[in-house]
T-cell receptor
Framework: DQQVKQNSPSLSVQEGRISILNCDYT??????FLWYKKYPAEGPTFLIS???IKDKNEDGRFTVFLNKSAKHLSLHIVPSQPGDSAVYFC????????????WGAGTKLIIKP | GAGVSQSPRYKVAKRGQDVALRCDPI?????LFWYQQALGQGPEFLTY????????KSGLPSDRFFAERPEGSVSTLKIQRTQQEDSAVYLC???????????????FGPGTRLTVL
């Protein structure tokens, strides 16, 4: 049973526009959420995180929104740039998972020029 | 500074062979994690070390999988009698603090792609 779901395997966005990547989770005990970015043949790289006590965290062009009641988080990238083309993974952790990171399957973001 | 490195980057094994995958974490990092990533999926936790102590091995899929970190730095993941279902990318990550520091960032190596024929 997947506890963290990224339902869109891929997303194509025009350069300069907003990219919105979505993630849903089922475990209400998760209290920390992260987004990682992965280029081909490289390991995932940490992008941004949010604690469950917040509903928004912003870092430059990247903003993560958390809706606890809906068990949903999203990553907004504004404006999208060609270098943003990568696979984006959502991950979650919490005390009951012994702080293991539980990962979604990833969304491949393609930025079109 | 140097990041997490893994070797070999690619490994082809015949079914039944033993393999050893190496991880060099960032110097001074207390925590070390191993993950298995199947094609088209996210990484799945295998095992966790805090220094030399293996505190969590709940994700190891069978007793054919064994990991060690004898001096609290370099770690080796060993898979005995490899099977085709072991084909995956094996990722290693390290972080500065011990587990329980929820905001501690994990830094990943490039992974070892294992193909079992």
């Amino acid at each position: 049973d997947q506890q963290v779901k990224q339902n869109s395997p891929s997303l194509s966005v025009q350069e300069g526009r907003i990219s919105i990547l979505n993630c849903d989770y089922t475990n209400s005990m998760f209290d920390y959420f992260l987004w990682y970015k992965k280029y081909p043949a490289e390991g995932p790289t940490f992008l941004i995180s949010i604690s469950s006590i917040k509903d928004k965290n912003e870092d430059g062009r990247f903003t993560v929104f958390l809706n606890k009641s809906a068990k949903h988080l999203s990553l907004h990238i504004v404006p999208s740039q060609p270098g943003d083309s990568a696979v984006y993974f959502c991950a979650a952790s919490g005390r009951d998972s012994n702080y293991q990171l539980i990962w979604g399957a990833g969304t491949k973001l393609i930025i079109k020029p | 500074g140097a990041g997490v490195s893994q070797s070999p980057r690619y490994k082809v094994a015949k079914r039944g062979q033993d393999v050893a995958l190496r991880c060099d974490p960032i110097s001074g990092h207390v925590s070390l994690f191993w993950y298995q990533q199947a094609l088209g999926q996210g990484p799945e936790f295998l095992t966790y070390f805090q220094n030399e102590a293996q505190l969590d091995k709940s994700g190891l899929p069978s007793d054919r999988f064994f990991a060690e970190r004898p001096e609290g730095s370099v770690s080796t993941l060993k898979i005995q009698r490899t099977q085709q279902e072991d084909s995956a990318v094996y990722l290693c990550a390290s972080s500065l603090a011990g587990r329980g520091v929820i905001s501690d960032t994990q830094y990943f190596g490039p992974g070892t792609r294992l193909t079992v024929l």
